[in-house]
């Protein structure tokens, strides 16, 4: 199932800003060509209430009443950027609780992105936190939800937004020292939700043999360990090889049996409740393909890659791998 709107494509943050509708686009067309746009439902926008689980009533206002400004000098807002933001929000809000209800995955093609956003500031192109205002929605209903991060940058937002909450594991791999500079492994949130923030901070160069690494030996045993409920994808195509703002350097394949792992991990252990949600990631084409390949998989199918270097093939991330475990074994039972 897919949730879309193409109001998505009317968000232009500013002329020729890299967050740009031609990213949504260039997937909608993909799975078009393939026969995967199937099942695609219009998404209702996120309510106040739903917004407020996660953001200060002063930060909606703000971003509802601003008319013309900026949250941040990259992420300008118009009149219309606060409407298509609760939409966005509402179409991943939507996707997970038809995941949750039905038992099968979901897919949210969303702009503009969301984990940059926290309680009450907004960054990095994102006004409202989509895949957080989601498992709030699904923590209100006494559920436990893992998060997990694939986007090239850290999600402060999402970290900040779930620090100290233990019904909501938050696992992110990213480029470290980049924007938005958080996300140590020695972060592993705050008070009753020590342990369910689990950073992995990749340096330049880290790609599919470090990410391999990371889910072999901390993302599905620790998700194993915390047994969620539904599990949230935050999807960015920005640690791509081929993606122009990042130094990470997945390949396609590799981006696809990340997430068909997750899809894998949730069939077996938590009843096909899986999400994802897109974030950033900058190469159309790599966006095209890396989620008609992950939309394929799900409909027992395969797609040609053609973003297929391996650049990094011997895990040029394990040091940033140990440090994680060393930080999270108080938590987590971690070979
Ligand atoms: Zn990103």
């Not at 967050?19 to 209702?44: C, H, K």
């Not at 994808?233 to 396609?252: C, E, F, N, Q």
């Amino acid at each position: 199932m897919i949730v879309y709107d193409s109001r998505f494509l009317d968000h232009v943050p500013s002329p020729f800003h890299v967050e740009r509708p031609d990213r949504l686009r260039s997937i909608v067309d993909r799975l078009r060509r393939e026969g995967l746009f199937l099942d695609v439902q219009m998404p209702a926008p996120a309510t106040e209430e739903e917004l407020r689980r996660v953001h200060r009533e002063s930060y909606v206002d703000l971003v509802r009443n601003l008319g013309e400004g900026f949250v941040d000098p990259e992420t300008a807002v118009h009149p219309g950027t606060f409407d298509i933001a609760t939409l966005a929000a509402g179409a991943v809000l939507q996707a997970t609780r038809a995941a949750v209800r039905d038992g099968r995955p979901a897919l949210a093609l969303v702009r503009p992105p969301g984990h940059h956003a926290g309680p009450d500031y907004g960054g990095g192109f994102c006004y409202l936190n989509n895949v957080a205002v989601a498992a709030a929605d699904q923590v209100a209903s006494g559920r436990r939800v893992a998060i997990l991060d694939y986007d090239a940058h850290h999600g402060n937002g999402t970290r900040d937004i779930f620090a100290a909450e233990p019904s909501v594991l938050y696992v992110s791999t990213h480029q470290y020292g980049i924007y938005p500079g958080t996300g140590p492994a020695e972060d592993v949130g705050e008070g009753e939700g020590r342990g369910f923030t689990v950073n992995i901070p990749f340096s330049a160069g880290c790609g599919d043999a470090s990410y391999r690494a990371a889910l072999d030996t901390i993302v599905e045993p620790i998700l194993t360990q915390f047994r969620p409920e539904v599990v949230l994808v935050s999807l960015g195509i920005d640690a791509h090889y081929r993606d122009p703002l990042t130094s990470l350097t997945l390949s396609s394949p590799a981006y696809v049996e990340m997430v068909s792992r997750g899809a894998e991990w949730a069939a077996r252990s938590c009843g096909h409740r899986f999400v994802i949600a897109l974030e950033g990631g900058y190469h159309l084409e790599a966006l095209a393909e890396v989620f008609a390949g992950v939309v394929a998989h799900f409909e027992g199918r395969t797609v040609p890659l053609a973003l297929t270097e391996v650049l990094d093939d011997k895990g040029r991330g394990l040091e940033a791998i140990e440090a994680t475990k060393k930080a999270q074994r108080e938590f987590w039972n971690l070979r």
